[in-house]
């Protein structure tokens, strides 16, 4: 009996370590690796990277539980099962001035199983090509990839967790997450000068 | 039949006699009276409380001692609440007397019977005493209660409170700082997003 209990035991660690392995390897299939494109920060002329995950999300998830306000919990609410946001954006001075090889090496990681594609833009126009991918784990969204390469600019976005897409689509300019709008960005006075 | 006789043996009594004579036969040989049988108490030498069983009384006798003071707190605590509660209550009463007792002025019935000078002066003099009872009763009800202002004063912060707090929110620097970086990766997400969107649907 006493034999029975300790292989019990056993089995019911081991599934449980295996339930965590696989779940852990799930979610961070999702995630992208952005360490090839380090030798573009010093050849762009701006740089946007945010990395938001673990400890400093959930920081920012209690504060907008903090923030008694309905727009915070619209936010919040959105945001829910986030788990990350990782966000790369490279501005360059003139066209071509980047390696287009190491976009395709990012594209190349949306081609692993698991990746679904959900978008595909290509514009002659400043040789624009976006694309976005999604994960599903199940009938659940575990991540979402958005590549844009332009002439002068490179702009990756991969968010890992469930998230409503149309949502956070709409979110900016309207609640307190600032609009940045990207295709006026060129246009802008100070950008001519 | 003598009692006495029956008792110490005093006096004569033929009857008893006649007995004593006839149940000689049974009579006892030995005149010392008998002792009283010697007080005992039964105990059990063998029995010795031990240290478990010591303990185990302690505990039940500390336990039982908790719970019973702590029933005797609670019985305390819901008779002042009651006591309290029956003193707002019977303020609040005479709040409510007191605005009954003001709007009634009515003359007794007694002034009626009585001839017209004397009605006029009994009228005034009603007035007056219900008058002076009102403002009696006025002094009596506490300041709190009697002033309906003061009373709305008291409640009203209470409301407000929370909906000012939510408007101030303090943030360490390290929350502020966790609160920028999502909001600026949630911007810049959302407008990528949007920017799909917009070609995909421009396209189509």
Same mark, same amino acid.
């Given at each position: 009996m006493k034999t029975f209990i300790n292989h019990s035991f056993k089995f019911i660690v081991l599934s449980a370590f295996m339930l965590i392995t696989i779940t852990a390897a799930n979610a961070q299939d999702a995630r992208l690796r952005f360490d090839n494109l380090k030798g573009l920060e010093d050849r762009a002329r701006d740089v946007v990277e945010v990395n938001i995950d673990g400890k400093l999300l959930s920081l920012a998830k209690r504060v907008l539980v903090k923030v008694n306000d309905q727009d915070a919990k619209k936010v919040g609410e959105a945001i829910k099962g986030l788990e990350g946001i990782y966000v790369r954006i490279y501005n360059f001075e #003139?066209? #071509?001035?980047? #390696?287009?090889a190491d976009i395709d090496l990012i594209r190349s990681? !949306?081609? !692993?199983?698991?990746w679904v594609k959900l978008a595909n833009v290509r514009s002659k126009k400043n040789n624009q090509k976006i694309d976005v991918y999604t994960m599903f784990t199940g009938d659940v969204m575990s991540g979402v990839a958005v590549v844009i390469s332009e002439d002068k600019s490179i702009a990756l976005v991969n968010v890992i967790g469930p998230i409503d897409i149309d949502l956070l689509a709409e979110l900016g300019g309207k609640l307190n997450i600032p609009r940045i709008d990207i295709e006026n960005e060129e246009e802008t006075p100070q950008d001519k000068e | 039949m003598k009692e006495d006789y029956l008792w110490d043996k005093t006096g004569k009594d033929s009857e008893i006699e006649k007995l004593e004579n006839s149940l000689q036969a049974f009579r006892s040989t030995n005149t010392t009276p008998p002792a009283l049988p010697a007080k005992t108490f039964a105990f059990d030498k063998g029995f010795v409380p031990t240290k478990t069983a010591r303990r185990s009384f302690q505990f039940a006798f500390a336990a039982f001692a908790s719970l019973a003071l702590v029933i005797i707190s609670i019985g305390v605590f819901q008779i002042v609440r009651t006591d309290d509660q029956d003193l707002a209550q019977n303020s609040a009463e005479q709040m409510s007397n007191k605005t009954i007792v003001e709007k009634p002025i009515s003359v007794p019935e007694e002034s009626k019977e009585i001839s017209e000078p004397t009605i006029t002066k009994a009228k005034f003099t009603a007035k007056r005493q219900i008058k002076r009872r009102v403002v009696k009763d006025k002094k009596q009800v506490p300041t709190k209660i009697s002033d309906n202002k003061t009373i709305a004063k008291d409640i009203k912060p209470k409301v407000v409170k929370p909906e000012q707090k939510s408007e101030t929110v303090i943030l360490t620097e390290e929350e502020q700082y966790a609160y920028d970086q999502l909001m600026t990766a949630l911007a810049i997400t959302s407008s990528k997003l949007k920017l799909v969107k917009d070609k995909v649907q421009g396209l189509e």
């Amino acid at each position: 009996m006493k034999t029975f209990i300790n292989h019990s035991f056993k089995f019911i660690v081991l599934s449980a370590f295996m339930l965590i392995t696989i779940t852990a390897a799930n979610a961070q299939d999702a995630r992208l690796r952005f360490d090839n494109l380090k030798g573009l920060e010093d050849r762009a002329r701006d740089v946007v990277e945010v990395n938001i995950d673990g400890k400093l999300l959930s920081l920012a998830k209690r504060v907008l539980v903090k923030v008694n306000d309905q727009d915070a919990k619209k936010v919040g609410e959105a945001i829910k099962g986030l788990e990350g946001i990782y966000v790369r954006i490279y501005n360059f001075e #003139n066209a #071509n001035e980047y #390696n287009i090889a190491d976009i395709d090496l990012i594209r190349s990681q !949306l081609t !692993l199983p698991g990746w679904v594609k959900l978008a595909n833009v290509r514009s002659k126009k400043n040789n624009q090509k976006i694309d976005v991918y999604t994960m599903f784990t199940g009938d659940v969204m575990s991540g979402v990839a958005v590549v844009i390469s332009e002439d002068k600019s490179i702009a990756l976005v991969n968010v890992i967790g469930p998230i409503d897409i149309d949502l956070l689509a709409e979110l900016g300019g309207k609640l307190n997450i600032p609009r940045i709008d990207i295709e006026n960005e060129e246009e802008t006075p100070q950008d001519k000068e | 039949m003598k009692e006495d006789y029956l008792w110490d043996k005093t006096g004569k009594d033929s009857e008893i006699e006649k007995l004593e004579n006839s149940l000689q036969a049974f009579r006892s040989t030995n005149t010392t009276p008998p002792a009283l049988p010697a007080k005992t108490f039964a105990f059990d030498k063998g029995f010795v409380p031990t240290k478990t069983a010591r303990r185990s009384f302690q505990f039940a006798f500390a336990a039982f001692a908790s719970l019973a003071l702590v029933i005797i707190s609670i019985g305390v605590f819901q008779i002042v609440r009651t006591d309290d509660q029956d003193l707002a209550q019977n303020s609040a009463e005479q709040m409510s007397n007191k605005t009954i007792v003001e709007k009634p002025i009515s003359v007794p019935e007694e002034s009626k019977e009585i001839s017209e000078p004397t009605i006029t002066k009994a009228k005034f003099t009603a007035k007056r005493q219900i008058k002076r009872r009102v403002v009696k009763d006025k002094k009596q009800v506490p300041t709190k209660i009697s002033d309906n202002k003061t009373i709305a004063k008291d409640i009203k912060p209470k409301v407000v409170k929370p909906e000012q707090k939510s408007e101030t929110v303090i943030l360490t620097e390290e929350e502020q700082y966790a609160y920028d970086q999502l909001m600026t990766a949630l911007a810049i997400t959302s407008s990528k997003l949007k920017l799909v969107k917009d070609k995909v649907q421009g396209l189509e």
